[in-house]
């Protein structure tokens, strides 16, 4: 039998033992009789913000799953009726009052006798807003629990909307006390080795987790580390599906009180678990069964997790599909692929947007590239709008040097053309501009930035190319595009060019995309000085030069479509730098 720690904790909130909602009198704390063997379900679902009654439907369809599995207990992930993140949405009563009503239904539900719920939801207690789950069971609400470790970092600004719980007590289950540990609690030590040294017997851990490259190894090693730590096994139940430029990527998984992984749930898929636990003499719980799924390779993670996020944005917000600029270079390509994979070539629309300096090479590429995706493919000449433009502004413009704003031009008649095609048939505008084109204010407002949302904006350049070839030798399931070669050879061998002048490449104004991504990488992921990033090996100039494109495009950023979040700090969410800013790194 494992031996209880008991600590001290100077200055610490009291743990709870019962709901911090006295006023329910539906709530209660204790079940008769300790239980021997539980039978669990871990609901890995997609919920959507906002959508209270559709993610009702979603935890009674998995309520519904369990009971015909013979489950005793279903976990959702965290703030699921709300859906995760709700923002500003939950300062609205209406909302918390309709999430409210929906969590009492389903306590109705449950006097059937069927599987127990634990469920998160916002919850108004008295003048204050938390982020809570609840269990419920047997028609009543057997306990609340609020998030005690809000977090505030990153893509995270939970303070500014909850107020932060007492450090909580288990819960009774029909015999079991259970530890539920709202995600950022199992983030953090304090809240785990409360719950243990409290008497739970098995921690539950509701998670809205987004995904980033790498990130199921690392919460795997925080997760140990809570085990470690209160020698209790632990089951992490994750969202899964996209909500703006956050993918969740499920991944659920428990690990047993030795550390050892009990079961694995997959990566991207929705699923429910039914896993099996006994109660032993000697070890407590011990998970039997479960399943023991393969998590993809980085590779494989970063498609699926944009098109993931591809599909959730176009199909939550309700377009009929999505139309793009096809230029025969590899980031429409690789959206295209994208976009075919998420929806199905059906509504996937690609046009051609061809002026005198769009080479022949590019024409054929672009529409070799539609036709192994099975989309529609148009081409829309530009040349009547570039050169009405050209000759509205050519007195303005008389005695100029032609340049930068007569190719900008090129790109802004492409968007408006785009945007047109989506204001008359509905489809949204997918733009196709990578991070490092980002980073650098490779990209042109009102031009090829225009739309709605843009699947690679967390992409750098080396990377889009890269996964293109990783896709043309791959096709997991799931993905509902053809399988074999969907983009062109080509186009990923052929020197990248924005084809707004004779002869160009983007090597002109760019280095080599190789170099560009790594010195942007310790700038934007990294924050790294000039200094260290130089003793990489990179010219000190260059640096100072990336460093000041990096600065001065904010403004442009500020103004592009969200994009799905593939590394640990994306525009936007993560790094969120000033517009007005005269800093520059002289070290």
């Known amino acids: 039998m494992r031996s209880r720690r008991l600590r001290k904790r100077k200055g610490r909130a009291t743990p709870v033992f019962m709901s911090a909602t006295p006023t329910e009198s539906s709530v209660k704390t204790g079940s008769s009789g300790p239980a021997d063997r539980l039978r669990l379900a871990v609901a890995q679902m997609n919920p959507t913000v906002g959508d209270v009654e559709g993610n009702l439907a979603l935890a009674r369809r998995a309520r519904a799953q369990a009971a015909a599995a013979g489950a005793d207990l279903v976990l959702l992930s965290e703030l699921f009726l709300s859906g995760y993140p709700p ?27 069927g599987p127990g719920v634990v469920i998160g939801l916002p919850w108004r207690d008295g003048d204050k807003l938390h982020n809570a789950v609840a269990l419920v069971d047997g028609g009543r609400i057997e ?8 977090p505030n970092y990153g893509e995270f600004d939970e303070k500014r909307v909850f107020q932060a719980g007492p450090l909580p007590g288990p819960v009774g289950f029909r ?55 209160t020698g209790l096994p632990l089951v992490y139940c994750n969202q899964l599906g996209g909500q703006d430029e956050l993918v969740f990527d499920g991944a659920s998984f428990a690990l047993q009180a030795d550390r050892r992984l009990a079961f694995q749930m997959g990566e991207f898929v929705e699923e429910i678990a039914i896993t ?26 970063r498609w699926q997790a944009c098109v993931l996020g591809f599909r959730d944005y ?30 199905g070539g059906d509504k996937v629309h690609c046009v051609m947007l061809p002026y005198r300096y769009t080479s022949t090479e590019s024409l054929v590429d672009a529409e070799a590239c539609a036709k192994a995706l099975g989309v529609r493919y148009d081409t829309v ?33 492409r968007g408006t053309i785009l945007m047109a095609i989506s204001n008359k048939f509905g489809s949204m505008v997918a733009t196709t501009g990578n991070k490092s084109e980002m980073s650098v204010g490779y990209a042109t407002l009102y031009g ?52 707004l002048r004779e002869n160009q490449t983007d090597q002109d104004s760019l280095p080599p995309y190789d170099v560009l991504d790594d010195i942007l990488e310790c700038l934007v992921e990294n924050e790294m000085s000039v200094g260290d990033i130089e003793a990489r090996g990179h010219d000190r100039e260059l640096i100072h030069r990336i460093e000041h494109l990096l600065y001065i495009a904010e403004y442009k950023r500020r103004q592009s479509a969200p994009g799905v979040k593939i590394t640990r700090k994306n525009f936007g969410r993560d790094r969120r730098y000033p517009i007005t800013n005269r800093f520059r790194d002289r070290s």
């Open 314 to 343: 176009v199909n939550k917000n309700r377009f009929p599909g999505v139309v793009l600029g096809m230029s025969g270079g590899i980031d429409s390509a690789v959206v295209a692929a994208m976009a075919v994979d998420a929806l």
């Open 143 to 150: 306990g609340v629990r609020f998030k005690y470790d809000l």
């Open 448 to 499: 090829d930035m225009n739309g709605g949302f843009n699947p690679i904006k967390d992409l750098y350049k080396t990377q889009v190319y890269r996964l293109a070839a990783w896709r043309n030798a791959n096709r997991p399931g799931g993905l509902l595009g053809p399988a074999g070669e969907v983009i062109p050879v080509n186009i990923i061998d052929k020197v990248p060019t924005a084809e």
């Open 381 to 413: 000449a530009i040349a009547p709008a570039v050169e009405g433009f050209s000759e509205g502004l050519s007195g303005l413009f008389a005695g100029t040097e032609s340049g930068v704003t007569e190719e900008n031009l090129q790109s802004r008649a």
């Open 87 to 113: 923002e500003d949405l939950v300062l609205k009563p209406a909302f918390v009052t309709a999430c409210r009503a929906a969590l009492d239904e389903l306590v109705a539900d449950t006097a059937d006798g």
């Open 276 to 301: 099996d636990w006994r109660r032993d003499a000697d070890d407590g719980w011990v998970c039997e069964s479960g399943p023991k799924a393969d998590l993809p390779d980085i590779d494989a993670a």
């Open 175 to 229: 015999g079991i006390r259970l530890g539920l540990p709202v995600c950022e609690d199992a983030w953090t030590e304090e809240v785990c080795e409360c719950l243990e040294e409290t008497g739970a017997e098995l921690l539950l851990v509701p998670n809205g987790s987004p995904f980033y490259a790498g990130k199921p190894e690392v919460r795997l090693q925080v997760m140990v580390q809570r085990v470690v730590e």
